[in-house]
């Protein structure tokens, strides 16, 4: 591993997931699907990951990785906890659109 | 340590009872637990204590703040079987995702390392999504919840990529390494960046101005209970997590930080204030008050070796003050489907304890002498003006004038308007809610060094 991250170069690795954690904040902010914007969230935080693992073999040091699997572990309690709240949506409007959520103004 | 250990067990004993049928036992028993766990607390005040490999570090800031939130769960405790009557099946559910909270809270003040701090932020995090949708047949608790999580978990992304940063930077998730890291000179410009995302997503979490957008709607759409748990109990921790970090993260803190720090606090201070004035629903109104208060809370952040015991004293002042007044607001929205202020209309005649209780508590909030608002005020503009930041405390003495302005719209509301219904029996769990806070909080006005000299 050391050996690639050598050759490629960790800044390289650092621009791919900055990249990709941009792609997940354009697609919260203007996707209005909320499947799609849960998608996002979820490259988001395995931009991070990747981050973090990148790290973890730039340091040799074990704690990057463990740290991956706590997020992965929260990141999947996150989108189970969203999607029950979107099944309650559907039951009440019939429709997962965000933009039909407009109830709370002022 | 034990804290932690005796939340959750406490939480998952909650659980139990329910199968063996002891319903009714589940909130004397919790109220019961949380006051030996304060008790367990308080006793290891003054010997710190960091286990698990540092994991946990238990010194003074933690003992003394995990104390305030556990006083403030027990008050939001209390007010539950009252609240949830018609779930009253599911109160174990809604006690013991309390307790959890609780529990990632007290990891948030007593975190040595980044991962500790992460899982309790994320603990925290999805039991509020939880009780904020828990109302699931109402559409607007679904919004809420909705909106919440949606800006919740953008919020945790960018915390987590401000961690990971910092981790490439420093090459440990440990407080003490980070800190030692951060101080010295050659540190690599990532940890910069990664401190700037990880306080984008704390500000976030505390709703401070730029980020606030998402408060308003969640308060007014949660179930008043939730709403009551996220402007006092929420703020509160995140406040000070939010703190501790910045303390950690670099003890001289930079001028263009500082600059920052400073305009945050009063857009938040003002954009909070001028927003509350044309509010009409209460909810939403304390919710834009909460705004403000988390811009002078911030102002903590610019002297942050000394300021500990002034964000304690502030943080309790608010957090006892928005318990009272939440116990009124719970009572008098109870079975209406909006919390207009109309609602509180000739309350000081139908209900004179609970309105004097509100009166109290609102003055408080905006900061009139011998509540404990204006000492927090003070010594928290005295520690600016210390620190040199007259600017800055002009301003917030012109926002705590105006703040009067909204909340005595309630008050008036209250004494000079006519009712439009009849009384109702109140019941005793309102009123020993709202007294005991309210006298708590005029305690600490009239001995604030008590708390003050804590964490000096």
Same mark, same amino acid.
């Given at each position: 591993?050391?050996?690639?991250?050598?050759?490629?170069?960790?800044?390289?690795?650092?621009? #791919?997931?900055?990249? +990709?954690?941009?792609?997940?904040?354009?697609?919260? +902010?203007?996707?209005?699907?909320?499947?799609?914007?849960?998608?996002?969230?979820?490259?988001? #935080?395995?931009?991070?990951?990747?981050? +973090?693992?990148?790290?973890?073999?730039?340091?040799?040091?074990?704690?990057?990785?463990?740290?991956?699997?706590?997020?992965?572990?929260?990141?999947?309690?996150?989108?189970?906890?969203?999607?029950?709240? +979107?099944?309650?949506?559907?039951?009440?409007?019939?429709?997962?659109?965000?933009?039909? #959520?407009?109830?709370?103004?002022? | 340590?034990?804290?932690?250990? =005796?939340?959750?067990?406490?939480?998952?004993?909650?659980?139990?009872?329910?199968?063996?049928?002891?319903?009714?036992?589940?909130?004397?028993?919790? $109220?019961?637990?949380?006051? @030996?766990?304060?008790?367990?607390?308080?006793?290891?005040?003054? /010997?710190? =204590?960091?286990?698990?490999?540092?994991?946990?570090?238990?010194?003074?800031?933690?003992?003394?703040?995990?104390? !305030? *939130?556990?006083?403030?769960?027990?008050?939001?405790?209390?007010?539950?079987?009252?609240?949830?009557?018609?779930?009253?099946?599911?109160?174990?559910?809604?006690?013991?995702?309390?307790?959890?909270?609780?529990?990632?809270?007290?990891?948030?003040?007593?975190?040595?390392?980044?991962?500790?701090?992460?899982?309790?932020?994320?603990?925290?995090?999805?039991?509020?999504?939880?009780?904020?949708?828990?109302?699931?047949?109402? $559409?607007?608790?679904?919004?809420?919840?909705?909106?919440?999580?949606?800006?919740?978990?953008?919020?945790?992304?960018?915390?987590?990529? &401000?961690?990971?940063?910092?981790?490439?930077?420093?090459?440990?998730?440990?407080?003490?390494?980070?800190?030692?890291?951060?101080?010295?000179?050659?540190?690599?410009?990532?940890?910069?960046?990664?401190?700037?995302?990880?306080?984008?997503?704390?500000? *976030?979490?505390?709703?401070?101005?730029?980020?606030?957008?998402?408060?308003?709607?969640?308060?007014?759409?949660?179930?008043?209970?939730?709403?009551?748990?996220?402007?006092?109990?929420?703020?509160?921790?995140?406040? @000070?997590?939010?703190?501790? %970090?910045?303390?950690?993260?670099?003890?001289?803190?930079?001028?263009?930080?500082?600059?920052?720090? $400073?305009? $945050?606090?009063?857009?938040?201070?003002?954009? &909070?204030?001028?927003?509350?004035?044309?509010?009409?629903?209460?909810?939403?109104?304390?919710? *834009?008050?909460?705004?403000?208060?988390?811009?002078?809370?911030?102002?903590?952040?610019?002297?942050?070796?000394?300021?500990?015991?002034?964000?304690?004293?502030?943080?309790?002042?608010?957090?006892?003050?928005?318990?009272?007044?939440?116990?009124?607001?719970?009572?008098?929205?109870?079975?209406?489907?909006?919390?207009?202020?109309?609602?509180?209309?000739? %309350?000081?005649?139908?209900?004179?304890?609970? =309105?004097?209780? !509100?009166?109290?508590?609102?003055?408080?909030?905006?900061?009139?002498?011998?509540?404990?608002?204006?000492?927090?005020?003070?010594?928290?503009?005295?520690?600016?003006?210390?620190?040199?930041?007259?600017?800055?405390?002009?301003?917030?003495?012109?926002?705590?004038?105006?703040?009067?302005?909204?909340?005595?719209?309630?008050?008036?509301?209250?004494?000079?308007?006519? =009712?439009?219904?009849?009384?109702?029996?109140?019941?005793?769990?309102?009123?020993?809610?709202?007294?005991?806070?309210?006298?708590?909080?005029?305690?600490?006005? %009239?001995?604030?060094?008590?708390?003050? /000299?804590?964490?000096?």
């Amino acid at each position: 591993m050391q050996n690639v991250l050598q050759e490629i170069g960790v800044d390289n690795y650092i621009y #791919l997931s900055t990249i +990709l954690f941009c792609i997940g904040i354009f697609g919260v +902010l203007f996707r209005r699907n909320a499947i799609v914007m849960f998608m996002s969230i979820e490259i988001m #935080l395995n931009a991070v990951n990747l981050l +973090l693992v990148v790290f973890s073999t730039y340091h040799q040091d074990a704690a990057g990785q463990v740290f991956v699997f706590f997020s992965m572990a929260v990141a999947a309690a996150e989108v189970a906890v969203g999607l029950a709240i +979107l099944v309650g949506i559907y039951r009440n409007i019939h429709s997962i659109d965000i933009d039909k #959520l407009k109830n709370l103004k002022g | 340590m034990y804290t932690l250990i =005796a939340i959750v067990a406490l939480g998952v004993l909650c659980l139990i009872v329910e199968i063996f049928n002891g319903r009714k036992a589940i909130v004397p028993i919790t $109220i019961v637990g949380l006051l @030996a766990i304060l008790g367990l607390t308080a006793t290891g005040f003054n /010997d710190s =204590a960091d286990t698990f490999n540092n994991m946990i570090v238990f010194d003074n800031f933690a003992t003394t703040f995990s104390c !305030l *939130f556990i006083v403030l769960t027990i008050f939001l405790v209390a007010l539950s079987p009252n609240f949830h009557e018609k779930q009253i099946t599911k109160i174990s559910d809604f006690i013991s995702i309390k307790l959890f909270l609780l529990s990632g809270g007290v990891a948030m003040v007593a975190f040595g390392n980044l991962s500790m701090f992460f899982l309790g932020i994320e603990i925290l995090s999805i039991a509020l999504y939880v009780l904020a949708a828990s109302d699931r047949l109402s $559409i607007k608790s679904n919004e809420a919840g909705m909106k919440y999580f949606l800006m919740g978990a953008f919020a945790s992304g960018f915390i987590l990529f &401000g961690i990971a940063l910092i981790y490439g930077a420093t090459g440990s998730f440990d407080m003490a390494t980070i800190q030692e890291a951060g101080s010295s000179a050659d540190v690599e410009d990532w940890f910069y960046i990664g401190a700037i995302l990880l306080s984008i997503g704390m500000l *976030f979490k505390v709703a401070a101005a730029p980020f606030h957008f998402w408060a308003p709607d969640v308060y007014e759409g949660s179930p008043a209970l939730t709403t009551a748990l996220m402007s006092t109990l929420t703020k509160v921790i995140a406040m @000070a997590a939010f703190f501790k %970090l910045v303390g950690a993260m670099n003890v001289n803190l930079p001028y263009s930080s500082q600059t920052a720090i $400073i305009v $945050i606090s009063i857009l938040s201070m003002t954009i &909070g204030n001028i927003m509350a004035l044309k509010q009409t629903n209460v909810k939403r109104m304390l919710a *834009f008050s909460g705004i403000s208060h988390a811009g002078f809370m911030l102002m903590t952040l610019l002297a942050v070796t000394t300021s500990a015991g002034v964000l304690l004293y502030y943080a309790s002042a608010y957090a006892l003050s928005g318990i009272a007044a939440f116990a009124v607001i719970l009572y008098v929205t109870k079975d209406k489907d909006n919390e207009d202020i109309f609602n509180f209309n000739g %309350l000081g005649k139908t209900s004179p304890v609970l =309105a004097g209780v !509100l009166t109290c508590s609102l003055l408080s909030m905006a900061g009139i002498p011998i509540f404990s608002g204006f000492f927090a005020k003070v010594f928290l503009f005295g520690q600016m003006l210390n620190a040199g930041h007259i600017v800055l405390v002009i301003v917030a003495v012109v926002n705590s004038i105006i703040s009067v302005g909204y909340y005595f719209k309630l008050i008036l509301a209250m004494y000079t308007k006519e =009712a439009t219904e009849e009384a109702r029996p109140v019941p005793f769990v309102f009123h020993a809610v709202a007294v005991s806070a309210i006298a708590l909080n005029i305690a600490i006005g %009239l001995y604030p060094s008590f708390l003050l /000299d804590l964490l000096n």
